[in-house]
């Protein structure tokens, strides 16, 4: 049996996203600038797209401007406002636990002169809103925080934080990104009360390549990269069509019966934590979110376990796996207070609507014989 676990850093494609795509690489592959009939088609496709996503977060389509993923969106909001509003102040709040590609952002912004301050972390992960208050001064130009933790699934108090920091000053921005609660849970930009939101299309069964930012209207941000002037000069460069509407469809798709999808995703991931922790030494961290499972496993390194279960067709992560690549401790796990050796064995398991509970069953059996061998192993030597 195959069991995918980690839909927090990829989701396989819709049929229906597929299908589409390959009609416009190879019969509707127009360039949406074109003034012809092909370019008129694909502008077509573009604004449907962008009616479609527009949709599920119930704004205005010009308020969206699509990215290449989650982390451009970041990039572009961050440095974006940063430089649009510098003259107001160099100040800016974030927390310890976010995306490397708002943490790596954030690391340029101070290297060209902004002032970063990070909230602090609670042992559940999220944001203690007491040092957000003793943080937030008049030259603070923006606040970011992510919405649901990539690595255990915590979920900010997003209203309250905005509340607080437009109480302060209402012309301080605040960002968010949303790209583990986009298609997980149901909100709005305008009922969060934010300025600036991220999404991404690969992990709501749309094509890599695609994401979004919300753009608050009127909103003052400065683009990132220039050219062609396309998307409202907001972000130069001939669209990725495909991608584009491979995402829009996948937005409309994952919002269809969403309660009902995420009900089952919920059930199936508190299933696993329910049967994994019945096993010895092994230890939840998870946070509310629906769709991820944040495990600890006494007397393993995580790597270790993460191979040797793969190998039996169980695939998870171990940390974001988009700095994966880097064999460091998790920022998120340590912020939160894990041990030392809790730091070195957790796993990530993330979900979505095609897990079922048989899976998990497959992957508690595959547990209980591995662990008892790599543990027996790593106390040998």
């Known amino acids: ?45 573009e604004r449907t797209a962008t009616e479609q996503v527009a949709k599920t977060l119930k704004c205005m389509p010009k308020e969206i401007v699509f ?18 509003h510098r003259r107001a102040g160099k100040h800016i709040i974030t927390t310890p636990i976010e995306h490397a590609s708002v943490l790596s952002t954030v690391e340029f912004l101070q290297k060209e002169g902004f002032e970063i ?15 957000l208050s003793k943080l937030l001064r008049d030259d603070t130009i ?28 209402p012309q301080t ?12 849970l149901k909100f709005t930009p305008k009922q969060l009360g934010v300025d600036l939101l991220s999404v991404s299309g690969h992990k709501i069964h749309g094509p890599k390549g695609s994401g979004a930012l919300y753009i608050k209207d009127k909103t003052l941000i400065r683009p990132i990269i220039y050219g062609g002037g396309q998307q409202n000069f907001m972000r130069s460069g001939t669209e990725n069509l495909p991608g584009i509407a491979g995402m829009g469809l996948a937005a409309e798709m994952i919002y269809t019966d969403h309660e009902a999808k995420m009900q089952h995703v919920r059930e199936v991931r508190d299933y696993l ?80 609507e095609w897990n079922t509970k048989e899976e998990v069953d497959y992957c508690v059996e595959v547990l209980k014989e591995t662990l008892p061998m790599l543990r027996r192993y790593t106390r040998k030597k």
Do not use: W
Request: net charge negative.
């Open 1 to 45: 049996m195959e069991c995918y676990f980690d839909n927090a850093a990829t989701t396989a494609v819709f049929p229906e996203v597929k299908e589409l795509m390959m009609t416009l690489l190879d019969v509707n592959y127009g360039n949406p600038s074109s003034q012809h009939k092909k370019g008129l088609t694909a502008k077509d496709y």
């Open 67 to 84: 990215t290449s993923g989650g982390t451009e969106a970041n990039n572009l909001a961050l440095i974006g406002a940063a430089l649009a």
């Open 117 to 131: 301050s990070f909230m602090e972390v609670g042992s559940d992960g999220k944001v203690d809103l007491d040092s």
């Open 142 to 169: 923006l606040v970011s925080c992510m919405y649901v933790n990539n690595e255990i699934g915590s979920i900010q108090p997003i209203e309250a934080l905005v509340k607080l920091v437009k109480a302060h000053n």
């Open 173 to 184: 921005l605040v960002h968010v990104d949303a790209v583990q609660a986009y298609g997980k």
């Open 273 to 352: 934590v329910s049967e994994v922790t019945k096993i010895e030494g092994v230890y939840d961290h998870s946070g509310e979110a629906p769709h991820i499972a944040s495990i600890s496993f006494e007397g393993v390194r995580a790597a270790v376990l993460m191979r040797a279960i793969g190998d039996k067709g169980i695939y998870v992560s171990a940390g974001s796996a988009c700095s994966s690549n880097k064999p460091q401790v998790s920022h998120v796990l340590t912020a939160i207070g894990l041990s030392q050796e809790q730091l070195e064995s957790t796993l990530r398991f993330s979900f979505c």
